[in-house]
């Protein structure tokens, strides 16, 4: 069953550009979607979309039957998505615990110890973690929400190898383990992209399956 | 759920202002810097107001009600059998009636006192002329010249007087009772002298003087000097607190004394019916003082063309101008503290709020409203503000006391230079107080050296409004312009 819905949506700046052309797509819980295409093909438009960053120039998109707009961008954002980015987003005068409870209701601690840094680590400065660590800090934060959908956005774009590798496992293990949430990745790797349940190509601002 | 460990925007303001210490001590140096400017200068312009209200007070405002002598209409001419014609003022006279009318019928005249002033020989019980105060000047011209005018040198200036509390000399703070009481309604037959007069001639309270007129004059003009001899009791002792000059020495105000008219007209019956020359009213406030002089030309008794009224503000214009002058260049003041550093503020708040455009992004692609996030930023500069607008009350009573007296002696010295000749007769640095040829002239009373600054809660309650209402509005223009655009054009800009 859908848990959110994109419905001819479309987008252009200034009226004029059109980054996306009528995209039509269901997004189910417990399933990874990865977005690739190349640079300028509006993935990243269209990942901004579906998170309530922004508003569709036409279409809809439709959260549990309900378009966000009527739900309002802000509390979409707040209780229907999290996002990961490629440059983590952390607020660099907390600690991990602090960022994390940004957005989640439950104790901190056991998610960060879940995505692997240590009882130490979390109650570190941001700035004092390396950038492995605070992606995961990022991913925890991801975690730790109430959401069901994640919006990652090259979440592994400036980690080494290993490191990318056991971001990806926690990404599938948010939609394939427990959390069962629907986790949308955009990315260039076609590594991440081949663990993805569903892979859409985004050309010219069209999607194809 | 809004409870657990949800992270509010009061507690992320909380963080902030511990964890980034350096730019909370910058902004905390320049609020402090700001706050104490500003509440020292709002104390400072409401001590200057408290000045002028006392000084207002203490003051008060007179105005002298004369006798219009000026206008030839009011002047009869009478023929007198081997003197020929004798010309008198033919206008209402100056009496205790009339003051009485007036003081009963305007209710912001505070008192009056009536004067005249004449001069007599006084003597002591045993008959012999006081000794006299020699002026530290030395013997003028003037007093040489009378040394061959027989007992006349012996004279002193006698002020026929219906109240002293309200005598000019007294009332402007030139000379003060030091003993006994003061000259009242319904006195008869007393006098009060100067202190020093007494203590060389052994007098004091209680003790009887005699006045009559010169010997020399009364023989001149006919007289028996021996009819004019009074006696009065010594009711009070005065001391002079201002230097005053005169030109002769035995007219000074060391050896004048106030008794009443019916006193010097017995002891200079050549004077007749001579009415008071003068009547000082005092009102409370200087500010009354218009009013009251348009509400006497008003009484329905009074023929405003009989009387000219003088309005003397000189005393209370030496004191006030220095603190019109200040209260004028504080108001100034605040007005560009208060100007610079809102901009100062509002630049300060764009930039930290600029810096943190990375933090808005995030903030609001995890679902912040916009609204938190400026309040987030508000609480920040608030807290900061708080410890800023706390400290100030302790630093501002040191500055505003210091540059208070500073601004003081400023506006000080700049009225003095400033003062145009007109205003006030200068005469080898004694400024004139009064108006008689003879009359002593006392130097200008400046006790006005400091201001008392004390910082008021209504002060503080004023600083606190105008900074939080300047801190928000900082706060709000300065977020505004990230704010407005939508979270993917924030983190555009991020990345």
């Known amino acids: 069953m859908s848990i959110l819905e994109i419905k001819g949506v479309q987008y252009s700046y200034d009226k004029k550009k059109k980054v996306l052309r009528g995209i039509s797509a269901q997004l189910e819980k417990g399933k990874i979607y990865a977005i690739l295409g190349p640079s300028g093909s509006g993935k990243t438009t269209l990942l901004s979309l579906i998170g309530g960053l922004d508003e569709p120039t036409s279409g809809e998109i439709i959260y549990k039957g309900e378009n966000i707009s009527k739900i309002g961008l802000d509390n979409h954002r707040k209780n229907n998505v999290s996002f990961i980015f490629q440059s983590y987003n952390l607020i660099d005068y907390m600690t991990p615990i602090e960022n994390v409870n940004l957005t989640s209701k439950l104790p901190a601690l056991p998610v960060i110890e879940r995505v692997g840094l240590t009882k130490e680590e979390a109650k570190r400065n941001i700035l004092k973690l390396s950038g492995g660590q605070q992606q995961r800090v990022a991913i925890a934060r991801a975690l730790a929400s109430d959401a069901e959908i994640l919006l990652a956005d ?56 | 759920m809004k409870g657990g460990f949800f992270m509010s925007f009061i507690h992320r ?20 810097v700001i706050s104490t400017l500003v509440l020292s200068g709002i104390s400072i312009r409401d001590a200057t107001e408290t000045a002028q209200l006392n000084v207002r007070q203490a003051l008060g405002g007179v105005f002298t009600l004369d006798q219009n002598t000026g206008d030839p209409s009011k002047w009869v001419n009478t023929e007198v059998e081997g003197f020929g014609t004798r010309s008198y003022y033919g206008g209402v006279p100056l009496t205790v009636d009339l003051a009485d009318y007036i003081m009963e019928n305007v209710s912001s ?3 009056y006192d009536a004067t005249y002033i004449n001069y007599v020989v006084p003597k002591n019980e045993d008959g012999d002329s006081l000794e006299l105060l020699e002026s530290e000047d030395g013997e003028s011209g003037m007093d040489a010249l009378l040394s061959g005018f027989g007992d006349f040198n012996s004279s002193v200036s006698a002020y026929a007087s219906t109240n002293t509390n309200f005598n ?26 100067s202190k020093e007069l007494a203590d060389i001639n052994g007098l004091s309270i209680g003790d009887t003087l005699v006045l009559q007129m010169s010997e020399y004059k009364a023989s001149m003009m006919g007289y028996d000097a021996e009819n004019t001899k009074i006696e009065v009791e010594i009711i009070g002792l005065f001391q002079a607190t201002a230097k005053s000059v005169t030109s002769l020495s035995n007219w000074s105000m060391d050896n004048a004394l106030y008794t009443t008219l019916d006193v010097v007209r017995h002891a200079r019956p050549d004077m007749g019916d001579e009415s008071y020359e003068h009547i000082n009213f005092y009102v409370n406030d200087p500010g009354q003082l218009d009013n009251t002089i348009s509400t006497i030309k008003a009484l329905p008794d009074i023929d405003p063309t009989d009387f000219v009224i003088n309005v003397d503000s000189s005393d209370v214009d030496s004191v006030m101008e220095p603190l019109t002058n200040m209260d004028r260049l504080i108001g100034i003041l605040i007005v560009l503290i208060l100007v610079v550093g809102a901009v100062i503020l509002y630049l300060i ?23 938190k996030i400026i309040g987030q930023y508000l609480i920040e500069v608030a807290l900061v503000a708080i410890l800023a607008f706390g400290l100030s009350v302790f630093s501002s009573g040191v500055v505003a006391q210091t540059v208070g007296n500073q601004l003081l002696d400023y ?11 007109n205003e006030i007769e200068d005469y080898d640095g004694m400024s004139i107080v009064g108006s008689d040829d003879f009359a002593p002239q006392f130097e200008g009373k400046n006790d006005l050296t400091q201001i008392q600054v004390s910082i008021s809660a209504t002060a503080i309650i004023l600083l606190c409004v105008a900074g939080f209402a300047v801190i928000c509005i900082s706060v709000v223009l300065a977020a505004l312009p990230i704010l407005r655009l939508k979270p993917k054009e924030i983190l555009s800009k991020m990345s």
Do not use: M
Not at chain 1, 193 to 206: N, T, Y
Not at chain 2, 411 to 421: G, Q
């Open chain 2, 168 to 193: 000019s000399y007294f009332a402007g703070g030139y000379i003060e009772l030091v003993e006994g009481r003061h000259l009242v309604p319904g006195d008869t037959n007393v006098a009060i002298i």
């Open chain 2, 109 to 111: 005249i505070k008192g």
């Open chain 2, 411 to 421: 506006t000080l010295s700049d009225s003095v230079s400033n003062n145009s000749p």
């Open chain 2, 13 to 32: 303001a909380f963080l902030y202002v511990i964890r980034k210490r350096t730019k909370t001590l910058i902004l905390f140096l320049i609020l402090l």
């Open chain 1, 154 to 209: 090259e979440p592994t774009g400036n980690l080494d190898e290993d490191t990318a590798q056991s971001i990806s496992e926690l990404l599938l293990d948010s939609a394939h383990g427990n959390a069962q949430k629907c986790v949308v990745i955009v990315t260039h790797s076609h590594v991440l992209a081949k663990q993805a349940d569903v892979v859409w190509h985004l050309k010219r601002g069209e999607l194809r399956v």
């Open chain 2, 349 to 371: 708040l764009a930039n930290r709020i600029k810096e943190r455009i990375h933090e808005s992004g995030i903030l609001l692609s995890l679902g912040v409203s916009k609204a």
